[in-house]
C-alpha cells in the first residue's frame, strides 16, 4: 500500500498536496463558471424580450395581413375593425398619434430646453438641487393621473376659452402630456449641457460674453447631439404614451389633423380594443397587433435616429 | 489704446447684453413654474375633490354599482400583490444583468448587442410590453389574466430601470476597490459579493425604487393583457378556503389594480364617480411621491455619507 | 515689501500699464494670495514663475475676473489698477464682462468652441455685437494673421477649429482673443500641452504680439519665462518673493529664494 494521499510523508511524491490543492482550486473555478453562465444568462435575457416582441407582434400580424391587404392597412381613410363593414386603414389612427404628439412637442421641446438651458447655465447650486428632483417627481407621476388631469381640469378651462371644443379632443390631451415630457427633455438635455467641459466656458466668459451668449454660442453647439437625443426621446415617449390620450381625447378613430377634435391614437386603440372582451385569435384581436408593430418600428426608428445622432455628432470638446 | 468713448461703446453694449441674460433668466423661471405650477393645481385639484371622500370604508370596500359605497380594496390588494411578483422577479434579473455587464463582461459583439438592446428596451412604449404579455404570458404560457401574468409583465418593463441603476452604482466604485480584493486572491464572484454589491447596494436601491413607482403607475400594459375592471373579491390568501388553497395559487386570480380602478371610475359619466376617481388618484399619486421622494432621499444621503 | 519698477530697473521707455495692489485672494477659507503687488508694464511681456500651486494661475485669472465664475472665491483686499483710466478692475462695481472685454486671455489646453475657424476667431466680436460682414471678415483675417495662422488656413475658414493642429489650436485660440484689440492678453501655461515646435512657434508670436498689446504669461518652464519676457515675477505660496527685469531675476536674483528656484536646488 502507498501513503494515503490524507497523509503526504516525505518519501511521497509532493505531488499529493498540490494536486489535492488544484482540485479544490479547481471546483473554486467550476463555482466562479456557474455563477458567470448564470448572470450572463440574465445580462442575454434582455435579448430574449426584443426577440419575443418581435416574434409576438410579427406572428399576429402575420395573420392579419393574410385577412386584410396591407395597402389597405396603409392607404384606407377609415379604421372600423369591429363594425360589420370593417376597414383597417392605420393612417386614421396615425393622425391621432402625430397630431397629439405634435401639441406634445410644441410644449414639451421649449419648455424643456430653456429649463435645461436655465439649470445649467444659468441657475444657483440651490435652485438646481430643488429643480432637479422636482423635475423628476414630475416624471414619475403616472400618466392615468395626468389623463384625470386633462379631462376634468384642462379641458373644461380650454371650453372657456373656446366653448366649441367638445368634451373629448386631442388638444387637451396633448398639452398635458406635453407637460409630462418636459422632465424628460429637460433632464437629458441638461445632463448633455453640464457635460461640455468648463474649459469651454472658461474660454466663452473669457472673451467677454455673458451667460446668455455662452449658453447659445458655446454649450448648444457643444451639447447638439446629447439635445437632440433628448429630443427624440422626448417624441418616441409621446408616440408611445397611452393613457393620457385614452381618458381625454375619446378614443374614436378621427382622421384628423385637428387638434381640437377628439381622435383615437395608435396606443389608446390599443386600450380600446383590449378593454372589449374579444376573443382570441378573432381579426380584432390581431389589429392590436397590427397596431403594435407599426407602433414599434415608429419607437425602433426614433431609436435608431437617436444611436445615429450620438454616433454622427461625437461631441468634439 | 482705450478711450473714454469706446469704453461708452463697450459698457452700452454690455447692458444691451445683460438684458437679454435677465430676460432668459426670466423665461427659465417661468418655464420651471408651468411645471410647478401644473403639478400643483393638479395635485391641489385632486386632493380637493378627492380627499373628502377618503375614509377607512374606502379601503375597505369593493368598488361598487354605487358610487359612494365603492371602495379600493381589491385594487390597493392587487397594486401590493402584483408589485411583489415585479420586485421578486426583476430585481434579481436587473441587478443579475447589471453585475454582468459591469464585472464579467467581456469586450465583444455579444456584449455590444446586449447593450445596444438594452438601451432600445428602454424605449419601448409600455403598452408594447403589454401587447407581449398578452401573446407570450396569457396566452402561450396560459398564466391568463392572472397577477402573475402582470407583475412579469411589470418586470420586464423596468427590468432596463434597474440594469442601468445597478451599473452606474457599480462605476461609481473606485477601480482600486476591485483591485484591492483582487489582490487579495480574491475570485471575481467574491470580489462582487463582498465589496461590489454591498457598496452598491444604495444607489442599486434608488434605482428598484424609482422602477416600482413607475411600475406601480403603469395602466396601459395593464389593460392591454385584459385585467378585468370590476373585482369584487380578494385572491385567496394562502392555505385559507377549502379545499385550502396552496402557498401559491394567490398568483394565477384575477386582479385589478390602482390605475386601472381610477381609470374605470374616470371614464364613467356620473360625477359621483369622477370624486372616486380623484380620490384613488390621490392615493395613487401619494404612494409614486412617497416613493420617489425616498429614492431621492436615498440618493441624497449616499451622496453625502461616500467616503471616497 | 520693496518692489522695482521698470524704470528704476532701467528698461527705456516703460509705461506702467497695470498695478497689483496688496491683493489679497480667498478660495474659501483657503488664503491663496497673501498681499501680493507687482507693476505690469505696457507693451512688454511679464511673466510669472514658481512652483505649482504657490499662486501664479490665481493671479493671472483675477486679471479678467474669471474668478467670478465660481461660488466661494473672494477677492479680500487690495485691488488690481489699470491705467490709463486709473480703475480698480476688482471694485464690485465694475463688470467683470467689461474687465474681460479689455483683457482677454489664452488658456492651458487650447479650447477651440465647437464652431468654424472664422466663427471662433470672430466670437468677440459677436459678443460685441459686431453685425456687419465686411468688418467681421477684414477683423477676422487680421486676427488670424496677427497670430501667425492665417496663412494655414485662409483657404478652410469653415471648418471645424477642432480639426486643426494642437499647436493651429492653440494660435487659433490666441487668434480669438486678439481680434477684439484687447489692452491686455493674459496666457495661463499656453505651450504646456504642445509638441517642442508648435511651443516655439507660439513663443515667436507671444514675442511679436507685444508690439499690438500688453502680455502676462504664466508658465512653469523657467526657460521659456527667459526666453520671451521682459519681466519676470517669481511667486512662492500666494506670496510674491521677487520682481524685476527678466535678465536680472536669471542672472543676478536679489533674494536667496529665487536664486534656490532658478538654479533649480528648490521646485
Same mark, same amino acid.
Given at each position: 500500500?502507498?501513503?494515503?494521499?490524507?497523509?503526504?510523508?516525505?518519501?511521497?511524491?509532493?505531488?499529493?498536496?498540490?494536486?489535492?490543492?488544484?482540485?479544490?482550486?479547481?471546483?473554486?473555478?467550476?463555482?466562479?463558471?456557474?455563477?458567470?453562465?448564470?448572470?450572463?444568462? !440574465?445580462?442575454?435575457?434582455?435579448?430574449?424580450?426584443?426577440? !419575443?416582441?418581435?416574434?409576438?407582434?410579427?406572428?399576429?400580424?402575420?395573420?392579419?395581413?393574410?385577412?386584410?391587404?396591407?395597402?389597405?392597412?396603409?392607404?384606407?381613410?377609415?379604421?372600423?375593425?369591429?363594425?360589420?363593414?370593417?376597414? $383597417?386603414?392605420?393612417?386614421?389612427?396615425?393622425?391621432?398619434?402625430?397630431?397629439?404628439?405634435?401639441?406634445?412637442?410644441?410644449?414639451? %421641446?421649449?419648455?424643456?430646453? &430653456?429649463?435645461?438651458?436655465?439649470?445649467?447655465?444659468?441657475?444657483?447650486?440651490?435652485?438646481?438641487? %430643488?429643480?432637479?428632483?422636482?423635475?423628476?417627481?414630475?416624471?414619475?407621476?403616472?400618466? &392615468?393621473?395626468?389623463? $384625470?388631469?386633462?379631462?376634468?381640469?384642462?379641458?373644461?378651462?380650454?371650453?372657456?376659452?373656446?366653448?366649441?371644443?367638445?368634451?373629448?379632443?386631442?388638444?387637451?390631451?396633448?398639452?398635458?402630456?406635453?407637460?409630462?415630457?418636459?422632465?424628460?427633455?429637460?433632464?437629458?438635455?441638461?445632463?448633455?449641457?453640464?457635460?461640455?467641459?468648463?474649459?469651454?466656458?472658461?474660454?466663452?466668459? !473669457?472673451?467677454?460674453?455673458?451667460?446668455?451668449?455662452?449658453?447659445?454660442?458655446?454649450?448648444?453647439?457643444?451639447?447638439?447631439?446629447?439635445?437632440?437625443?433628448? $429630443?427624440?426621446?422626448?417624441?418616441?415617449?409621446?408616440?408611445?404614451?397611452?393613457?393620457?390620450?385614452?381618458?381625454?381625447?375619446?378614443?374614436?378613430?378621427?382622421?384628423?389633423?385637428?387638434?381640437?377634435?377628439?381622435?383615437?391614437?395608435?396606443?389608446?386603440? &390599443?386600450?380600446?380594443?383590449?378593454?372589449?372582451?374579444?376573443?382570441?385569435?378573432?381579426?380584432? $384581436?390581431?389589429? &392590436?397587433?397590427?397596431?403594435?408593430?407599426?407602433?414599434?418600428?415608429?419607437?425602433?426608428?426614433?431609436?435608431?435616429?437617436?444611436?445615429?445622432?450620438?454616433?454622427?455628432?461625437?461631441?468634439?470638446? | 489704446?482705450?478711450?473714454?468713448?469706446?469704453?461708452?461703446?463697450?459698457?452700452?453694449?454690455?447692458?444691451?447684453?445683460?438684458?437679454?441674460?435677465?430676460?432668459?433668466?426670466?423665461?427659465?423661471?417661468?418655464?420651471?413654474?408651468?411645471?410647478?405650477?401644473?403639478?400643483?393645481?393638479?395635485?391641489?385639484?385632486?386632493?380637493?375633490?378627492?380627499?373628502? *371622500?377618503?375614509?377607512?370604508?374606502?379601503?375597505?370596500?369593493?368598488?361598487?354599482?354605487?358610487?359612494?359605497?365603492?371602495?379600493?380594496?381589491?385594487?390597493?390588494?392587487?397594486?401590493?400583490?402584483?408589485?411583489?411578483?415585479?420586485?421578486?422577479?426583476?430585481? @434579481?434579473?436587473?441587478?443579475?444583468?447589471?453585475?454582468?455587464? +459591469? +464585472?464579467?463582461?467581456?469586450?465583444?459583439?455579444?456584449?455590444?448587442?446586449?447593450?445596444?438592446?438594452?438601451?432600445?428596451?428602454?424605449?419601448?412604449?409600455?403598452?408594447?410590453?403589454?401587447?407581449?404579455?398578452?401573446?407570450?404570458?396569457?396566452?402561450?404560457?396560459?398564466?391568463?389574466?392572472?397577477?402573475?401574468?402582470?407583475?412579469?409583465?411589470?418586470?420586464?418593463?423596468?427590468?432596463?430601470?434597474?440594469?442601468?441603476?445597478?451599473?452606474?452604482?457599480?462605476?461609481?466604485? @473606485?477601480?482600486?476597490?476591485? +483591485?484591492?480584493?483582487?489582490?487579495?486572491?480574491?475570485?471575481?464572484?467574491?470580489?462582487?459579493?463582498?465589496?461590489?454589491?454591498?457598496?452598491?447596494?444604495?444607489?442599486?436601491?434608488?434605482?428598484?425604487?424609482?422602477?416600482?413607482?413607475?411600475?406601480?403607475? +403603469?395602466?396601459?400594459?395593464?389593460?392591454?393583457?385584459?385585467?378585468?375592471?370590476?373585482?369584487?373579491?380578494? @385572491?385567496?390568501?394562502?392555505?385559507?378556503?377549502?379545499? @385550502?388553497?396552496?402557498?401559491?395559487?394567490?398568483?394565477?386570480?384575477?386582479?385589478?389594480?390602482?390605475?386601472?380602478?381610477?381609470?374605470?371610475?374616470?371614464?364613467?359619466?356620473?360625477?359621483?364617480?369622477?370624486?372616486?376617481?380623484?380620490?384613488?388618484?390621490?392615493?395613487?399619486?401619494?404612494?409614486?411621491?412617497?416613493?420617489?421622494?425616498?429614492?431621492?432621499?436615498?440618493?441624497?444621503?449616499? *451622496?453625502?455619507?461616500?467616503?471616497? | 515689501?520693496?518692489?522695482?519698477?521698470?524704470?528704476?530697473?532701467?528698461?527705456?521707455?516703460?509705461? #506702467?500699464?497695470?498695478?497689483?495692489?496688496?491683493?489679497?485672494?480667498?478660495?474659501?477659507?483657503?488664503?491663496?494670495?497673501?498681499?501680493?503687488?507687482?507693476?505690469?508694464?505696457?507693451?512688454?511681456?511679464?511673466?510669472?514663475?514658481?512652483?505649482?500651486?504657490?499662486?501664479?494661475?490665481?493671479?493671472? /485669472?483675477?486679471?479678467? /475676473?474669471?474668478?467670478?465664475?465660481?461660488?466661494?472665491?473672494?477677492?479680500?483686499?487690495?485691488?488690481?489698477?489699470?491705467?490709463?483710466?486709473?480703475?480698480?478692475?476688482?471694485?464690485?462695481?465694475?463688470?467683470?464682462?467689461?474687465?474681460?472685454?479689455?483683457?482677454?486671455?489664452?488658456?492651458?489646453?487650447?479650447?477651440?468652441?465647437?464652431?468654424?475657424?472664422?466663427?471662433?476667431?470672430?466670437?468677440?466680436?459677436?459678443? /460685441?455685437?459686431? /453685425? =456687419?460682414?465686411?468688418?467681421?471678415?477684414?477683423?477676422?483675417?487680421?486676427?488670424?494673421?496677427?497670430?501667425?495662422?492665417? =496663412?494655414?488656413?485662409?483657404?478652410? #475658414?469653415?471648418?471645424?477649429?477642432?480639426?486643426?493642429?494642437?499647436?493651429?489650436?492653440?494660435?487659433?485660440?490666441?487668434?480669438?482673443?486678439?481680434?477684439?484689440?484687447?489692452?491686455?492678453?493674459?496666457?495661463?501655461?499656453?505651450?504646456?500641452?504642445?509638441?517642442?515646435?508648435?511651443?516655439?512657434?507660439?513663443?515667436?508670436?507671444?514675442?511679436?504680439?507685444?508690439?499690438?498689446?500688453?502680455?502676462?504669461?504664466?508658465?512653469? =518652464?523657467?526657460?521659456?519665462?527667459?526666453?520671451?519676457?521682459?519681466?519676470?515675477?517669481?511667486?512662492?505660496?500666494?506670496?510674491?518673493?521677487?520682481?524685476?527685469?527678466?535678465?536680472?531675476?536669471?542672472?543676478?536674483?536679489?533674494?536667496?529664494?529665487?536664486?534656490?528656484?532658478?538654479?533649480?536646488?528648490?521646485?
Amino acid at each position: 500500500m502507498s501513503a494515503s494521499a490524507s497523509e503526504p510523508s516525505l518519501s511521497a511524491p509532493i505531488g499529493t498536496g498540490v494536486s489535492d490543492r488544484l482540485s479544490k482550486k479547481a471546483s473554486r473555478h467550476v463555482k466562479e463558471r456557474i455563477i458567470e453562465a448564470l448572470l450572463f444568462s !440574465a445580462a442575454a435575457f434582455s435579448v430574449f424580450v426584443t426577440v !419575443a416582441i418581435v416574434y409576438v407582434l410579427v406572428k399576429e400580424s402575420w395573420i392579419f395581413f393574410q385577412t386584410v391587404p396591407i395597402t389597405d392597412f396603409l392607404f384606407d381613410t377609415q379604421w372600423t375593425p369591429l363594425f360589420d363593414d370593417a376597414h $383597417y386603414g392605420i393612417m386614421v389612427l396615425l393622425s391621432g398619434t402625430l397630431t397629439s404628439s405634435g401639441v406634445a412637442l410644441l410644449v414639451a %421641446i421649449p419648455l424643456g430646453t &430653456i429649463i435645461a438651458l436655465y439649470l445649467s447655465e444659468f441657475a444657483g447650486f440651490k435652485v438646481r438641487e %430643488i429643480a432637479k428632483p422636482f423635475l423628476e417627481l414630475l416624471g414619475g407621476v403616472p400618466t &392615468i393621473v395626468y389623463g $384625470y388631469f386633462a379631462l376634468t381640469f384642462l379641458t373644461p378651462i380650454l371650453q372657456k376659452v373656446y366653448p366649441d371644443l367638445p368634451g373629448f379632443n386631442l388638444l387637451s390631451a396633448g398639452l398635458v402630456m406635453g407637460i409630462m415630457i418636459i422632465p424628460y427633455v429637460a433632464s437629458l438635455s441638461e445632463d448633455a449641457m453640464r457635460a461640455v467641459p468648463m474649459a469651454l466656458r472658461e474660454g466663452s466668459y !473669457a472673451m467677454g460674453a455673458t451667460r446668455l451668449q455662452t449658453a447659445l454660442w458655446v454649450v448648444t453647439p457643444a451639447a447638439t447631439s446629447g439635445i437632440a437625443s433628448a $429630443y427624440i426621446l422626448g417624441i418616441s415617449r409621446a408616440v408611445g404614451e397611452t393613457m393620457i390620450l385614452a381618458v381625454a381625447a375619446g378614443m374614436q378613430p378621427n382622421l384628423t389633423f385637428n387638434p381640437t377634435e377628439p381622435g383615437a391614437t395608435i396606443t389608446s386603440n &390599443i386600450v380600446q380594443v383590449a378593454l372589449g372582451d374579444l376573443p382570441h385569435g378573432s381579426i380584432g $384581436y390581431q389589429t &392590436i397587433f397590427a397596431a403594435g408593430l407599426t407602433l414599434l418600428l415608429m419607437t425602433l426608428a426614433f431609436n435608431l435616429l437617436g444611436y445615429w445622432l450620438r454616433k454622427r455628432f461625437r461631441e468634439v470638446y | 489704446m482705450m478711450q473714454a468713448a469706446d469704453l461708452a461703446a463697450i459698457r452700452a453694449i454690455i447692458t444691451r447684453a445683460k438684458r437679454w441674460d435677465m430676460f432668459f433668466s426670466l423665461l427659465g423661471i417661468l418655464s420651471l413654474m408651468v411645471g410647478v405650477l401644473t403639478f400643483t393645481v393638479l395635485f391641489v385639484d385632486m386632493a380637493i375633490q378627492g380627499v373628502p *371622500r377618503l375614509s377607512m370604508d374606502f379601503f375597505t370596500s369593493f368598488p361598487s354599482r354605487r358610487a359612494e359605497n365603492a371602495g379600493i380594496l381589491s385594487a390597493w390588494v392587487g397594486t401590493v400583490l402584483v408589485m411583489l411578483v415585479t420586485a421578486l422577479s426583476a430585481v @434579481p434579473l436587473g441587478v443579475a444583468a447589471g453585475v454582468y455587464l +459591469e +464585472e464579467y463582461a467581456p469586450k465583444n459583439w455579444m456584449t455590444d448587442i446586449i447593450e445596444i438592446n438594452i438601451s432600445n428596451l428602454a424605449g419601448i412604449p409600455s403598452i408594447v410590453y403589454g401587447l407581449l404579455a398578452l401573446g407570450l404570458f396569457v396566452y402561450y404560457f396560459g398564466f391568463g389574466q392572472s397577477i402573475l401574468s402582470a407583475g412579469l409583465t411589470l418586470a420586464l418593463l423596468i427590468l432596463p430601470v434597474i440594469i442601468v441603476a445597478t451599473r452606474e452604482s457599480i462605476r461609481a466604485i @473606485p477601480r482600486s476597490i476591485h +483591485e484591492g480584493s483582487y489582490a487579495c486572491g480574491a475570485t471575481t464572484w467574491q470580489t462582487v459579493s463582498d465589496h461590489i454589491l454591498p457598496y452598491s447596494s444604495a444607489g442599486i436601491l434608488t434605482g428598484v425604487i424609482i422602477g416600482m413607482a413607475r411600475a406601480i403607475g +403603469e395602466t396601459a400594459p395593464i389593460i392591454t393583457i385584459g385585467a378585468l375592471t370590476f373585482i369584487a373579491f380578494l @385572491p385567496t390568501a394562502p392555505f385559507a378556503g377549502d379545499p @385550502p388553497a396552496g402557498l401559491f395559487d394567490w398568483i394565477f386570480a384575477p386582479f385589478t389594480v390602482m390605475p386601472i380602478q381610477m381609470f374605470n371610475w374616470t371614464s364613467r359619466p356620473e360625477a359621483a364617480f369622477t370624486v372616486n376617481a380623484a380620490a384613488a388618484g390621490f392615493v395613487l399619486v401619494f404612494m409614486t411621491l412617497a416613493m420617489n421622494g425616498l429614492a431621492i432621499y436615498v440618493r441624497y444621503r449616499l *451622496r453625502k455619507n461616500i467616503k471616497w | 515689501m520693496q518692489l522695482q519698477t521698470g524704470l528704476e530697473a532701467g528698461i527705456e521707455g516703460a509705461v #506702467l500699464k497695470a498695478d497689483v495692489r496688496e491683493l489679497d485672494f480667498h478660495y474659501g477659507a483657503f488664503h491663496a494670495l497673501k498681499r501680493v503687488s507687482m507693476p505690469i508694464h505696457d507693451h512688454m511681456v511679464t511673466s510669472l514663475i514658481g512652483p505649482s500651486g504657490c499662486g501664479k494661475s490665481t493671479l493671472l /485669472r483675477c486679471f479678467n /475676473r474669471m474668478h467670478d465664475l465660481y461660488p466661494g472665491n473672494r477677492y479680500s483686499g487690495g485691488g488690481i489698477v489699470l491705467y490709463p483710466d486709473n480703475t480698480n478692475l476688482l471694485a464690485p462695481e465694475v463688470d467683470p464682462i467689461e474687465v474681460r472685454m479689455r483683457i482677454s486671455m489664452v488658456f492651458q489646453k487650447p479650447n477651440p468652441f465647437p464652431k468654424s475657424i472664422y466663427e471662433n476667431a470672430a466670437y468677440c466680436l459677436r459678443a /460685441r455685437g459686431m /453685425r =456687419n460682414k465686411n468688418e467681421l471678415d477684414d477683423r477676422v483675417e487680421s486676427a488670424l494673421k496677427g497670430a501667425a495662422l492665417w =496663412n494655414e488656413v485662409s483657404g478652410r #475658414l469653415k471648418e471645424l477649429g477642432a480639426n486643426l493642429s494642437g499647436g493651429q489650436q492653440q494660435r487659433l485660440c490666441i487668434a480669438r482673443a486678439l481680434a477684439s484689440d484687447p489692452e491686455i492678453i493674459l496666457f495661463d501655461e499656453p505651450t504646456s500641452a504642445l509638441d517642442p515646435i508648435a511651443t516655439a512657434s507660439i513663443e515667436e508670436l507671444i514675442i511679436e504680439l507685444k508690439e499690438k498689446v500688453t502680455i502676462l504669461i504664466v508658465t512653469h =518652464n523657467m526657460q521659456q519665462a527667459a526666453r520671451i519676457s521682459d519681466f519676470t515675477a517669481y511667486m512662492y505660496l500666494g506670496e510674491m518673493v521677487e520682481f524685476g527685469v527678466t535678465d536680472q531675476i536669471f542672472i543676478k536674483p536679489q533674494k536667496k529664494a529665487t536664486e534656490d528656484y532658478i538654479t533649480g536646488r528648490f521646485g
